[in-house]
């Protein structure tokens, strides 16, 4: 950051104490981001795994019951939107997708830090990469892909040390 973090008019590099308390401050509040986010999530899952002859629902009833089967009915960490106006509920042609942001999120964190645990930015890597990412399009059931890209099941561990929620090698 040293090369383009510098003050407008001396030109002085970003100071190192400025610069850990920016690196730090990416954590702050991302428990509280990340609950609310997934509990949107699994709502979102909870509406879309009802079958199409299910009767009407008792809407606040349905969204305390789906919250605290998931073990997140917490007061204080509500989830990000309710259903009454969440897009990706009722309206919007969405269908059940809230969770692909989050799964998105994993697929990437993950994948970045295998890169990195396999030299960074090389030839070899974007080889893998393209070989079993980008070239095989959808001709491939998608977790086989990334498995035969990474050698594993992607875990949740890069993107909750990214997110400051667990310790560990960036």
Known sequence: MGNYAKHYKTGEAIPAELLAKIMKSRSFNQGYDTLEYMSSALLDMEWHSLPADAPLQDVQKFEAEALKKHGVDLAAVPPR????????????????????????????ADA??????QGGLKLENGINFRKNILSIGNSKDPMEAYKAFRGQEPTTDALLIRRGLKTGIN
């Open 81 to 108: 939107y309710k259903s009454t106006f969440f897009a990706h509920v009722f309206s919007g042609g969405y269908s059940a997708s809230y969770y692909a942001y989050m799964w998105s999120e994993i697929l990437a």
């Open 112 to 117: 970045f830090a295998y890169v990195q645990t």
